[in-house]
């Protein structure tokens, strides 16, 4: 990799947040975590269900608030936005969500979905002004401009994910934050929505937050991948370097869970457990880059560990 | 990173136009429901009969007035009274003609009281004719239908979306509110209102205003606790939209099914409950006349003039009948899933 220090869009610093917060059933979403996105880049989160990569993108985008920690965006610290400025911040950090069915209002046609970010941000003077920019979206994301007086039901879910993803740039952001964008869809569609997604990013320069469960799908579409789990994220290192050269053993576990698409390795395909023991018997760790850019949260003996397997 | 580089290359049909296109004429959801609701006729000979009834009571206004419907004759209280419902045809039992009481053989009293006027509805003991003391009943029990449908939108829905969608202890305090409020029996506030206003129709009306919007906010607080959390709520949030334009955009059109179901139970029973009050003497005053008032005034006669109980009874009961049955209509057309079993 060419090193020439591209700059940092997105930084999170020790980012908490904990919902119920000192009560019993509290729960630690995200739990000290610190990762950078370059601009330009995708950066892929993988973890299981409920290892806090969606709550992780949302408190990005201002929806929760976090507990501790510091966020900051294109070099502004964003952790305490309010009114003007928060409103402004959101013209350029936006998301597309799981579910395309759950995330578009039934009750709404797909013109005044796309165009409310136009109208919240009064991005049109006139009507035709609005009707174009929405038309221009349309096309942009490949629906047919007869789409725009339609409802969400008549859609199927790629066509809807795509009315999503246009809603998401129709305030012209620079980052996206895609939050498992393609696993509620079936696999050809998968694959127009991710084409879709990558095309965007080359005309539009945008920078994704990809959210996923699938790795082979982020390794896809990733520069970089970071792995979550129980709130906590465990290692961080170019797609290539996670996916072939993993350091942490949750990361091999998962590696090992992806199915083969050949019957005969896949019946030799041996499943990695994991053993949690390493999260939980309280020892100090932080992250260390054992690789230049690859990143583990161990201590330093452990470390020293990984760094041996590899040889 | 090579793999980054290549695309998926789409096998089959490509993304062509005709890919693409929807044939299905396009519905709106208001399009769909009324599609929907116009399957059952019930619902829909309940709506126009509930459309003509709200028509020709505000029509009636011109011709009937109150005072018109209240007066009578003081010098002929005999001759008029309680005379049977005539339509002038030979129709039976609406012909004018009565058995008397202990009577073996019909009498005309029309005839015998030298009566030229057709009374289409009958007259009431004094004398008064019962068609339009009846049109003057349906009016007040319409009005408190109105008053207690906007009541409902009005508090209901604000209080229930401002407490589901703010949540966390104004939340606690509001559904609090609303729990103290409903453990008062309703008599009790209308007593209250009474004394202070003196019966009447304001009086019903305020004490349905305190009291009968709190399912509604019930209703609409669980419909947003579980809206807030959709991911269209989050895409407007993440947008920049304010509160006030989520609820008015977001919240309350996915909710109008709801609602309207909830409008469409508290009508009847708010209807009923005038009529009760108005029975009982706590409701409008004497000489207005309302559907329970009527009712009650002539329940002791009930075994010698049926006619002037069985009518204002008729009405109510079609009345709140129709809102039923329209009622059940709109929850089938605005949730098809409900009803599909």
């Known amino acids: 990799m060419t090193e020439e220090t591209p700059k940092k869009l997105v930084e999170l610093n020790d980012l908490q947040l904990y919902f119920n917060k000192g009560k019993a059933n509290e729960v630690r979403a995200i739990d000290h975590v610190s990762f950078d996105i370059y601009e330009g880049e995708v950066f892929g989160l993988v973890g299981e269900s409920g290892s806090g990569k969606t709550t992780i993108g949302r408190t990005i985008l201002k929806l929760y608030e976090p507990n501790g920690g510091t966020m900051t965006f294109d070099g502004e610290d964003i952790t305490k936005l309010k009114g003007k400025e928060l409103s402004n911040f959101r013209k350029n ?91 509620a869809l079936d696999v050809s569609i998968q694959a127009q929505v991710v ?13 994704y937050l990809f959210i996923a469960h699938d790795l082979s799908m982020v390794k896809y579409i990733s520069d970089r991948i970071g792995v979550m789990h129980w709130g906590k994220l465990l290692e961080i290192g170019t797609s290539d370097a996670v996916y072939n050269h993993p350091l942490h053993p949750y990361t091999k576990s998962l590696l090992s869970a992806i199915p083969v698409p050949d019957p005969e390795a896949e019946n030799l395909r041996q499943h990695v457990d994991y053993d949690t023991t390493i999260e939980t ?31 | ?111 015998n009281n030298n009566v030229k006027q057709n009374f289409i ?37 604000t209080y229930g979306v401002f407490s589901g969608w703010k949540g966390g202890w104004v939340d606690v305090v509001m559904q609090r509110i609303i729990e103290i409020l409903s453990s008062v029996p309703n008599l009790i506030v209308v007593t209250m209102f009474g004394l202070l206003l003196g019966n009447g129709v304001t009086s019903i ?37 304010s509160s006030t334009k989520i609820a008015i955009k977001h919240l309350i059109p996915n909710m109008a099914g709801t609602i309207i179901v909830q409008i469409m139970m508290t009508v009847p029973s708010a209807i009923m409950f005038e009529a009760v009050l108005s029975a009982i003497n706590l409701g409008v005053k004497p000489p207005t006349a309302s559907l329970g008032s009527l009712i009650s005034d002539a329940q002791s006669m009930l075994q010698f003039y049926p006619y002037q109980v069985l009518i204002p009874s008729g009405v109510l009961v079609l009345i709140s009948l129709a809102f039923i049955l329209l009622g059940d209509g709109l929850r089938d057309a605005f949730d098809p899933r409900a009803s599909e079993d």
Do not use: C
Not at chain 1, 195 to 207: A, F, G, I, R
Not at chain 2, 39 to 44: H, S
Not at chain 2, 124 to 153: C, E, P, Q
């Open chain 2, 1 to 111: 990173m090579a793999a980054n580089t290549e695309d998926f290359v789409i096998v089959g049909a490509q993304n062509s136009e005709a890919n693409e296109h929807i044939s299905k004429p396009a519905l709106s959801f208001w399009q769909d429901a009324w599609r929907r609701l116009k399957l059952n006729k019930l619902a829909v000979i309940s709506l126009w009969f509930l459309v003509f009834i709200l028509g020709f009571a505000l029509v009636s206004n011109f011709f009937v007035t109150q005072n018109k419907a209240n007066a009578f004759d003081s010098d002929n209280v005999g001759k008029y009274k309680n005379l049977p419902p005539n339509s002038g045809l030979p129709i039976p039992g609406w012909d004018g003609k009565l058995k008397e009481p202990g009577a073996t053989d019909t009498t005309d009293p029309y005839k």
């Open chain 1, 281 to 311: 018997d309280g020892k100090e760790r932080s992250m260390i880059e054992v690789n230049p850019g690859h990143f583990v949260l161990a201590t330093p003996e452990e470390a020293e560990q990984y760094k041996q397997q590899q040889k």
């Open chain 2, 205 to 241: 009306i305020i004490a349905i205003a305190i009291t009968g919007w709190l399912s509604m906010a019930r209703q609409v607080r669980n419909m947003t606790l579980s809206l807030k959390e959709r991911d269209y709520v989050l895409a407007a949030k993440s947008l920049g939209e």
């Open chain 1, 195 to 207: 084409n879709l997604m990558k095309e965007l990013q080359k005309k539009h320069s945008l920078t």
């Open chain 1, 93 to 183: 950090a936006q998301m597309i969500f799981q579910d395309p069915q759950a995330s578009l209002n039934g009750r709404m046609k797909v013109r005044d979905i796309i165009a409310e970010g136009i109208d919240i941000n009064h991005l049109a003077k006139s009507k035709d002004e609005r009707n174009a920019k929405v038309q221009e979206l349309l096309d942009l994301v490949g629906l047919n401009k007869d789409h725009a007086t339609r409802y969400p039901h008549e859609f199927s879910g790629g066509q809807r994910q795509r009315i999503g993803i246009a809603r998401a740039l129709a305030v012209d952001p620079k980052f996206i934050i895609a939050d498992e964008p393609i696993s």
């Open chain 2, 121 to 157: 509805l009958g007259t009431d003991n004094i004398g008064r004719s019962l068609g339009k003391r009846v049109i003057v009943g349906l009016r007040i029990s319409l009005l408190v239908a109105i008053s207690a449908t906007f009541i409902d939108l009005l508090i209901g829905v």
